[in-house]
């Protein structure tokens, strides 16, 4: 089964760090472009970063996230520090090109 499952979510206060993790199944991430995603309340899905032969950054993450992946694990990692509320959002990975259905996703949420 094809398939991606995000974990590492959390809830952080503001300038804190996480680090989340996208398992891939049914496919070898190797093979495309890995990317992430977040999706806050009562907004649209946008981008965060993606990782090929370059790294790709949103500019509201640029400098405080960084992408990265494990080949040998078929497993991608975003590591987010310098956390901001407006960060809260539930967050995706997928591939590039011809995305996989969505997993449910990591929650991040970052409050005091």
């Known amino acids: 089964q094809v398939q991606v499952v995000e974990s590492g979510g959390g809830l952080v206060q503001p300038g804190g760090s996480l680090r989340l993790s996208c398992v891939a199944s049914g496919f070898t991430f190797s093979a495309y472009t890995p990317k992430w995603y977040r999706q806050a309340p009562g907004k649209e899905r946008e981008f965060v970063a993606a990782?090929?032969?370059?790294?790709n950054y949103a500019d509201s993450v640029k400098g405080r996230f960084t992408i990265s992946r494990d080949s040998a694990k078929n497993m991608v990692y975003l590591q987010m520090n310098s956390l901001k509320p407006e960060d809260t959002a539930v967050y995706y990975c997928n591939r590039f090109p011809s995305p996989v259905p969505w997993g449910q996703g990591t929650q991040v949420t970052v409050s005091s």
């Open positions: 990782i090929g032969s370059w790294l």
